[in-house]
């Protein structure tokens, strides 16, 4: 049997009714890891905040204003400070000494008259007080043997000028005439030379060319554009069935309103003017001969219906 913390004995009873005494708890034992990782933890936090203090561009810069000395400002100057040697003057009449140098260290004594006559002559060796002493001129002065010789130059005389004569002269107007409209003359074709022999037109496709036949003479001849591979010109021998001075043609992707001079053959193909293309020489059309507008008038004023057109290669 025990006794209990307030005085009240403990006991415990068994299977046979016994009473045994309780056995004493044993205390806890206190561990110290705990505070020794608390202590590890501050020591890493203290020592990352001193690093990231020492590497921190921040720090550094407020450093290095705090240890550098402050610049004083330095008062702006307009000029630049420029070391010129100045020269020496030796008056007439004093003796030059044996060391230049001895020039700037040794005062001159000389005498001048402020106010010389032309008979009166300078006088060495008198030392004039220095509220009379004047300025020596340029004439009066010698220059040092370490110094180039200065020539007075005579000022430049201005050259003489001729006066100019300004004058103004009143023109009349000019008379003109009226305005006259100009007459506009009637259209008429170029002259076609007349020939004996029937006219008929011959189409050589490999040439690109159109000639004009009177008879078996040629007349004249043309550069001009056929049908590509593609469409054509046809070949043979057929007759202008129709003159137009102007038409439309239209057919599959192409539409050209107001095409002069055309000479239908044969069917849709004929022989026409062009304005949409200069490439003479090339197959370009599709199937009619292709000229020039010119060419297309002359060749249109030559024929007439029933006139012979002769295509082949």
């Known amino acids: 049997m025990m006794q209990r913390p307030g005085g009240t004995p403990q006991t415990n ?3 046979t009714g016994q009473h045994r005494p309780q056995p004493r708890p044993r205390p806890r034992r206190r561990s110290y890891l705990f ?5 590890v933890m501050g020591c890493a936090v203290f020592l990352f905040a001193a690093w990231s203090a020492v590497t921190s561009p921040a720090l550094a810069s ?5 240890s550098s000395p402050i610049a004083q400002p330095t ?4 000029f630049a400070q420029v070391m010129i040697a100045k020269p020496t003057y030796t008056p007439a009449g004093v003796v030059q000494p044996a060391n230049a140098m001895d020039v700037a260290t040794e005062p001159a004594v000389f005498a001048i008259n402020p106010e010389p006559t032309p008979t009166e002559e300078l006088s060495v060796g008198a030392v004039l007080p220095e509220a009379q002493t004047a300025v020596p001129t340029a ?3 010698v220059l040092p043997s370490n110094t180039p010789e200065i020539t007075p130059t005579q000022p430049l005389q201005p050259a003489a000028e001729t006066p100019g004569i300004a004058y103004a002269e009143i023109v009349a ?3 003109t005439s009226e305005y006259v409209q100009p007459t506009v003359a009637p259209y008429s074709p170029p002259a ?4 004996d022999g029937e006219h008929w037109i011959d189409v050589d496709l490999s040439q690109q060319r159109v000639y004009a036949y009177s008879g078996d003479v040629i007349v004249n001849s ?3 554009s056929t049908g590509t591979w593609q469409t054509p010109t046809v070949t043979g021998k057929y007759k202008v069935w129709i003159k137009l001075r102007s038409t439309d043609m239209s057919g599959p992707g192409y539409y050209l309103p107001d095409v002069p001079y055309v000479m239908y053959f044969y069917k849709g193909y004929g022989i026409h003017g062009t304005y949409w293309h200069n490439n003479f020489g090339t197959p370009m059309s599709h199937g009619c001969v292709n000229m020039t507008i010119p060419d297309a008038e002359w060749l249109y004023n030559f024929s007439s219906v029933g006139t012979v057109v002769n295509v082949h290669y």
């Open 139 to 141: 004439e009066s002065l």
């Open 13 to 15: 009873k068994g299977s």
């Open 62 to 66: 407020i450093l290095n204003i705090s």
């Open 173 to 175: 107007d000019t008379p």
């Open 75 to 78: 008062p702006w100057q307009s």
């Open 222 to 224: 043309f550069v001009v």
């Open 192 to 195: 076609v030379a007349s020939y």
């Open 35 to 39: 505070p020794i990782f608390l202590v």
